[in-house]
């Protein structure tokens, strides 16, 4: 099968194709069929970045007390492709691969690991598919640890959780990377294919994209598969499956994201979005007791999950990426028993029998005694013509991996004058052509923190169009260049550009919710004192609150969506403790 990879050499992994039938690939080998001595070398996988470290004695006599030794034979298998729930496998004696594609054509060993090393990685904590399976290539001996206790241990013992959870993160990084996972085949120009690959990077899933009009063996590919060209896009799930221009819903319930199906009938809070305030309010709700559901559209992490690099965020002085804060938030969260669904998109929001009715697109519903509306906002659009024409193909409203692919080495512009266009520009300039940020005022302190701001000042590779905005937009079926003027002058000049980043502002994810609430005269939700209601946070429906960048008069920062969503989680105490939804809607 084509794989197209980003090999790279400071990587953790070293790829190798051992032949079907070797030992501790095949199975045990019968007579005559080849054994350990026959097989290609392989080499233990390095560390890097502390994503395969060893335990010390003390950490394995540590989890020793939490699970059991067991025997292995070459060939045996510790987990598979696919499995969620996995067990934490700590290696006492021999060698282990993880393999991509078992079984198949294409089986290739993408890590080795020998004695005093654990296996797993970030679908272990989240219950989550793995992505490789796990095949004993040397025989010898393992602690098994049931992930319960695992759980348990990352919370209790800080040096030890710390050790896994950080390797953990670092792990699905390189697997992301190195393009393990499923297989997204479509073309560029697809809007479907760019659909699947956002859901997948900003899920953080990994998986390979394989463009048919780059990739000469792709028709090949999907023939093989039954599948014409015209009918991409398709995802190749553990080599087997096959989805043909899936839903994100449909993606994400094959590898292993959870469905809405809440653990209780009527849940305390119910919290639409997780984004950083909705993550904190429902790690601050579960760890008081509240029972939490949380449901989330798109991605866990709002916008805030697509940040390259958040360098002002408290208690990180070197920076932290936005994947790397979701990913620990969503652990959090679900260690202290949030319900947590993705993709679940809310449409509705009802009130029946002294409880609210939370309204799915699939039909489904969830009651709750209470209500967190945490649904961020999105940037706004360009009002330029073309713009729709083009957006599938040339216009992004986000600059992660993905993007940063379609972009190395091309001509980019970026619209804006925020942190977000500031930390987008940082993280692009050295891998593109050329770069221009669009500035529709003079200085970029206007509305970027100075940091950044003085990070892009230094930046070579950026060039700086002060007091100008985007009027026009060239090309056919890509974008080629946009017409940018200065808005003293009224002067015009085209600029070569074949991606363009958005970054003007931000409107809020409140359109589901209709008139059922107040909202401000840009849509966004009022709340507190400018409603009727008692409890600061609280919308203009009892029990019903709103926190980070959708609520009215937020400061549009992390920390502060951080800190309104544990706000709410007090005020929703409140409402639930004076008996108020009682009152209101009895």
């Known amino acids: 099968m084509l794989v197209r990879r980003r090999d790279r050499e400071s990587g953790p992994v070293t790829r190798g194709v051992l032949p079907h039938g070797a030992a501790g690939l095949g199975g045990a080998p019968a007579d005559g069929s080849p054994t350990a001595g026959d097989r290609p070398t392989v080499r233990e996988t390095p560390d890097v970045h502390g994503a395969f470290p060893r335990l010390d004695a003390g950490q394995i006599a540590t989890l020793a007390k939490h699970g059991e030794e067991r025997l292995t034979a070459a060939g045996d298998v510790l987990f598979r492709e696919g499995d969620t729930q996995t067990d934490l496998f700590v290696i006492l004696d021999g060698l282990v691969g993880l393999v991509e594609n078992r079984g198949r054509d294409d089986e290739a060993i993408v890590g080795v690991h020998g004695q005093y090393r654990f296996l797993g990685e970030l679908s272990q904590l989240t219950g989550r598919a793995s992505f490789v399976t796990a095949v004993v290539l040397d025989p010898g001996r393992v602690l098994v640890v049931p992930v319960r206790q695992i759980r348990a241990l990352v919370a209790m013992d800080a040096a030890l959780g710390d050790l896994i959870l950080r390797a953990y993160l670092v792990r699905r990084s390189f697997q992301v990377e190195s393009g393990v996972g499923f297989k997204i085949i479509g073309s560029r120009y697809s809007a479907d294919t760019r659909r699947l690959r956002e859901f997948a990077a900003r899920n953080r899933l990994p998986h390979t994209w394989i463009d048919p009009e780059n990739e000469p063996e792709a028709e090949a590919l999907l023939a093989g598969l039954g599948v014409a060209p015209g009918e991409t896009p398709v995802v190749i799930w553990r080599g087997e499956q096959l989805l043909r221009n899936p839903t994100n819903e449909e993606l994400g319930r094959v590898i292993g994201l959870p469905a809405a199906r809440p653990s209780t009938p009527l849940a305390d809070l119910v919290i639409i979005g997780a984004g950083p305030a909705g993550l904190a309010a429902a790690v601050y709700g579960a760890s008081e007791g509240l029972a939490t559901v949380v449901l989330e559209g798109t991605a866990t992490g709002g916008q805030a999950g697509t940040s390259s690099r958040i360098e002002n965020y408290l208690g990180f002085p070197a920076g932290v990426s936005g994947s790397e804060l979701t990913d620990r938030a969503v652990i959090q969260a679900e260690r202290f028993g949030v319900d947590l669904s993705v993709p679940a998109e809310v449409v509705a929001l009802e009130h029946d029998e002294g409880r609210y009715e939370v309204r799915l697109a699939d039909g489904s519903t969830i009651g709750s005694r209470a ?151 840009r849509g966004f939700v009022v709340t507190g004192s400018r409603t009727l209601t008692s409890l600061p946070l609280e919308t203009s429906l009892p029990g019903v609150f709103a926190a980070g960048d959708v609520r009215s008069g937020s400061v549009k920062r992390v920390t502060s969506a951080v800190g309104e969503g544990a706000m709410a989680v007090q005020l929703v105490h409140e409402y639930l403790a004076g008996g108020h939804h009682q009152r209101e809607h009895g």
């Not at 024409?389 to 993007?403: D, G, H, I, M, W």
């Open 371 to 521: 209500v967190l509306i945490a649904t961020g906002a999105r940037y706004r659009r360009l009002d330029v013509d073309r713009l729709a024409e083009l957006e599938p193909t040339s216009v992004y409203y986000a600059a992660t991996k993905v993007e940063a692919e379609f972009c190395a080495r091309h001509h980019v512009v970026i619209v804006g004058g925020g942190n977000s266009a500031g930390q987008a520009t940082l993280f692009l300039a050295p891998l593109v052509a050329s770069l221009r940020l669009v500035l529709r005022g003079g200085e970029l302190t206007d509305g970027m923190s100075r940091y950044l701001a003085d990070r892009i000042e230094r930046t070579e590779e950026v060039q700086i169009l002060r007091h100008s905005e985007v009027r026009e937009l060239i090309g056919d079926d890509m974008l080629e260049a946009v017409v940018v003027e200065n808005n003293q002058t009224g002067e015009r000049r085209s600029v070569p550009a074949q991606e363009l980043f958005v970054f003007i502002g931000a409107e809020p994810n409140a359109g589901w919710l209709g008139d059922r609430l107040e909202l401000d005269d």
